[in-house]
T-cell receptor
């Protein structure tokens, strides 16, 4: 099992749709979780952290399920500008210290 | 506020030539610094990270090296570039531990 796995997509949705991405991680010692957004040919940018209690930022909701070892990102009322690749990031502490693992990303395409 | 600068934005180099990419961080002290490479259509690959001046950890064997001559400066180098060194190189920083990383704008390197 890969350390961090994401469905690569692409997810093609119309404007206004609700779309959800999942990300699974293999290291049960993982401590912190984030979602990043990466536009084509640009650097990844932090979208939001993921907290155990779940958290919301406008149209975006992130949730963590430690028992099943997955995190999710829900986007409501999709906009054209949401089109991007969404990267799941997991931080785990191991013998070597802190390991920050990026998923390969899920591509979202929102169309009018 | 903290900022990260990375240059150049684009670089075209012949095979066998040397390389030097520079990254600097402002507005923080003793950051953790990272170099990543992202090949076309692929995920982020961690190349090097540094937790302090002169401290470099290499994640994968390769044709590249990194140095940290100053607290907020991180340099990626090569003596002789290979075709396989082409890619999108990203510098990132965080304040350590379980904090998210913040990326520079990236350098798109093409080897001819």
């Amino acid at each position: 099992r890969k350390e961090v796995e994401q469905d690569p997509g692409p997810f093609n949705v119309p404007e206004g749709a609700t779309v959800a991405f999942n990300c699974t991680y293999s290291n049960s010692a993982s401590q912190s979780f984030f979602w990043y957004r990466q536009d084509c040919r640009k650097e990844p940018k932090l979208l939001m952290s993921v907290y155990s209690s779940g958290n919301e930022d406008g149209r975006f909701t992130a949730q963590l399920n430690r028992a099943s070892q997955y995190i999710s990102l829900l986007i409501r009322d999709s906009k054209l500008s949401d089109s991007a690749t969404y990267l799941c990031v997991v931080i785990a502490f191991n013998q070597a210290g802190t390991a920050l693992i990026f998923g390969k990303g899920t591509t979202l395409s929102v169309s009018s | 506020s903290q900022t990260i600068h990375q240059w150049p934005a684009t670089l075209v180099q012949p095979v066998g030539s040397p390389l030097s990419l520079e990254c600097t961080v402002e507005g923080t002290s003793n950051p953790n610094l990272y170099w990543y490479r992202q090949a076309a259509g692929r995920g982020l690959q961690l190349l090097f990270y540094s937790v302090g001046i002169g401290q470099i950890s290499s994640e994968v064997p390769q044709n590249l090296s990194a140095s940290r001559p100053q607290d907020r400066q991180f340099i990626l180098s090569s003596k002789k570039l290979l075709l396989s060194d082409s890619g999108f190189y990203l510098c990132a920083w965080n304040s350590g531990g379980n904090q998210p990383q913040h990326f520079g704008d990236g350098t798109r390197l093409s080897i001819l």
